[in-house]
T-cell receptor, first 117, second 113 residues
Framework: NAGVMQNPRHLVRRRGQEARLRCSPMKGHSHVYWYRQLPEEGLKFMVYLQKENIIDESGMPKERFSAEFPKEGPSILRIQQVVRGDSAAYFC???????????????FGPGTRLTVL | GESVGLHLPTLSVQEGDNSIINCAYSNSASDYFIWYKQESGKGPQFIIDIRSNMDKRQGQRVTVLLNKTVKHLSLQIAATQPGDSAVYFCAENKEGAGNMLTFGGGTRLMVKP
């Protein structure tokens, strides 16, 4: 019973390039959340998605960042024209359907560590 | 803005002792709280949660206490083991405020053998 999968685990990009981070939720989970964590800090909520819908993107920067969770395939967090300040660990979490999000336990993936040179 | 914060950035305890990690929150309307454990290089791991209609909740070796009067949350770990060494975060949510969890800054727990 695989947990939340994220890939790549480490990603290095130069300034101006694009970064694509992938998240496969646990089997049967239809809610996906993305968080960003800077070194020695807590996680900061970015976006909450259900299949084919963005439910809450109040934590997403207005520019360069986008997220999707298509009907088939993993959720994607896309960062265009990356800058050094985008360097962080990006975590995905998933939870089962039903109930009041985020009260359903969120299971976190191992994260993608993005380094922008 | 509203925030969740911790009193102690680092806590060092002897193996076998009890650990207490504290968290202060400022949003009195928050009604759901969670403690997470994060080991180096890994994602956060759920430990225990509590809703605002409760003062105390116990799990295996862990207890969470909620004091709504002073807006304080604590995590107690009994008989701390080396495997408990990690960073611990509290997080909170308020019904109607969206789906986000607001995380505190974390406390690093170091267990000395």
């Amino acid at each position: 019973n695989a947990g939340v999968m994220q890939n790549p685990r480490h990603l290095v990009r130069r300034r101006g390039q694009e970064a694509r981070l992938r998240c496969s939720p646990m089997k049967g989970h239809s809610h996906v959340y993305w968080y960003r964590q800077l070194p020695e800090e807590g996680l900061k909520f970015m976006v909450y998605l259900q299949k084919e819908n963005i439910i809450d993107e109040s934590g997403m920067p207005k520019e360069r960042f986008s997220a999707e969770f298509p009907k088939e395939g993993p959720s994607i967090l896309r960062i265009q024209q990356v800058v050094r300040g985008d360097s962080a660990a990006y975590f995905c979490a998933s939870s089962p359907p039903g109930g009041r999000p985020p009260l359903n336990e969120q299971f976190f993936g191992p994260g993608t560590r993005l380094t922008v040179l | 803005g509203e925030s969740v914060g911790l009193h102690l950035p680092t806590l060092s305890v002897q193996e076998g002792d009890n650990s207490i990690i504290n968290c202060a929150y400022s949003n009195s309307a928050s009604d759901y709280f969670i403690w997470y454990k994060q080991e180096s290089g890994k994602g956060p791991q759920f430990i225990i949660d509590i809703r605002s209609n409760m003062d105390k909740r116990q799990g295996q070796r862990v207890t969470v206490l909620l004091n709504k009067t002073v807006k304080h949350l604590s995590l107690q770990i009994a008989a701390t083991q080396p495997g408990d060494s990690a960073v611990y975060f509290c997080a909170e949510n308020k019904e109607g405020a969206g789906n986000m969890l607001t995380f505190g800054g974390g406390t690093r727990l170091m267990v000395k053998p």
